[in-house]
């Protein structure tokens, strides 16, 4: 299959773009826009994207076909990695969990269409609907496909014109959402545009930042203060920064040696799922030493699990300076190992980098160098827990949990209370639902404006 040239990102890598055809294409997306998308119903995009999904999610599907074949050597993920990771998000896509979506975020599922009734009680009566900025733009960080692919289904949803700023090398897997889109309704990929360059480039950026209303970014926590510190005031922009996960399994969930298998199975979903890059994927498993398997226990069959894994569904090639980092790191932890076994224990992939498992006694949080590099740490209590992990607190994202039993809802309590965004069961943490708040917030409720009608 080959790719016709509808975007920026279809130009051959010799290409140089310049400010005036940003700018151009800029315009471009505005007039269509207005042409193609203005009268449009949410229904109507709610039934495309739904469709779309299904498509995607179809092992004759030309586009999943396409990113199978070369999504490694454009990515660097395996074959089975980028296919566990795409079925993950297009699953999510159905008609249901986008009107949930639009309920949750919007009060209704056609707030976005025309004026609708607030059933709030109050003595005035009221009408709301929700404006969806005209121009979106999204800066994606590009080490993840999914969250650009779901900036871009926001943007479908709220019928806007969309601009996707992609880091240099990194448009792959969004090009092909958008060719996709373009194939399924040409008039609306008319409204949307990929490209690809290096991060910084000023005269890019400002011609793309002086059309947009609204802005949304990944990354870091210095590129998004470099980004805002740029943006014309009236703009609205949408930061999502640097967070951090880990998980925990309560006592009560290893209550045999076949449940801590089971555990253990999903706990490796976690770590192999886009090979633990990204926000979402654990660095540390905490473990606690109340049941039937130990930290060191459960460390063990964890390293059992990523070793098949490394089999069906391997992790791929790294650079060589990741390669390098992870085998410093590595050292580190076989000279702690031979000097004090009880306090520390190692697993690894032989001859290769391709997955690590480091259990410690010291319970104090632990960033991984990532790559299916994973720690596992023994604490007696979720306060334990808590205390040695108050070095993120406000950065954390999300804590995958196997709990069971009268303590689950108070342990989730707890880590809500603490301030923790997002509690899902181990084995999920990769796979939010499309309900899911961003860094706790609506992610479709942040692009929109409101408009009151008090009757």
């Known amino acids: 299959m080959n790719l016709p040239n509808y975007f920026l990102a279809d130009l051959p890598p010799e290409a140089t773009l310049s400010p ?16 193609y998308l203005v009268r449009r119903t949410t229904e ?40 566990r990771g795409l079925d993950g998000f297009f699953r999510q896509l159905t008609r249901e969990n986008l009107q949930a979506l639009l309920v949750q975020d919007l009060g209704d599922a056609h707030r976005l269409d025309d004026l609708v009734a607030v059933t709030s009680g109050q003595s005035i009566q009221t009408a709301a609907l929700a404006m969806a900025p005209e121009f979106l733009v999204h800066i994606t960080a590009g080490n993840l496909p999914n969250p650009a692919l779901m900036s ?3 943007g479908v949803l709220t019928r806007s014109a969309q601009f996707v700023k992609c880091a240099s090398g990194t448009a792959f897997l969004p090009r092909l959402f958008a060719h996709s889109l373009y194939e399924s309704d040409p008039k609306l990929g008319a409204c949307l545009e990929v490209a690809e360059w290096r991060g910084g480039s000023m005269d890019l950026e ?19 203060a470099a980004i805002r510190a740029r943006l014309p005031q009236r703009l609205r922009f949408l930061g999502y920064g640097h967070r951090v996960s880990f998980a925990y399994v309560t006592g009560e969930a290893l209550p045999s040696s076949f449940r801590a298998k089971q555990v253990a199975t999903r706990a490796a979903d976690d770590v192999v799922a886009w090979n633990q890059l990204g926000c979402l994927s654990p660095h540390v498993i905490y473990v606690q030493n109340s049941g039937v398997i130990t930290a060191e226990g459960f460390a063990e069959l964890l390293a059992a699990e990523l ?11 790294v650079p060589v300076e990741t390669a390098a980092a992870i085998a410093a790191r590595r050292g580190i932890y076989e000279v702690r190992a031979a000097h004090a076994p009880g306090d520390t224990r190692h697993w690894c992939s032989p001859d290769s980098t391709a997955w690590t498992v480091i259990y410690e006694s010291d319970p104090r949080f632990q960033l991984s160098c990532l790559n299916r590099f994973v720690y596992v740490k023994a604490v007696p209590d ?20 196997a709990m069971n039993g009268d303590a689950a809802s108070a342990t989730a309590r707890q880590l809500a209370r603490w301030g923790v965004l997002r509690i899902c069961p181990l084995g999920q943490m990769q796979n939010p639902p499309l309900t899911w708040r961003h860094d706790g917030r609506p992610a479709l409720g942040d692009l929109v404006t409101w408009s009151d009608w008090e009757k």
């Open 44 to 83: 109507q995009q709610v039934t495309l994207l739904s469709k779309l999904a299904d498509e995607w999610q179809d092992p004759a599907s030309p586009f999943r076909q396409l990113a199978l074949e070369r999504g490694p050597a454009e990515t660097g993920f395996s074959r089975a990695t980028i296919e």
């Open 382 to 401: 979720i306060k334990t827990l808590l205390e040695h992990v108050d070095s993120i607190r406000g950065h954390v994202s999300t804590v995958g949990v």
């Open 307 to 317: 070793q098949l894994r490394e089999a069906s569904e391997p992790r791929g090639e």
């Open 20 to 35: 005036l055809m940003v700018a151009e294409a800029c315009q471009a997306l505005k007039r269509n826009r207005e042409q």
């Open 206 to 224: 400002n011609t793309l930042f002086a059309e947009a209303d609204c802005v949304t970014a990944t990354g870091s926590d210095e590129t998004l």
């Open 152 to 154: 871009m289904v926001l």
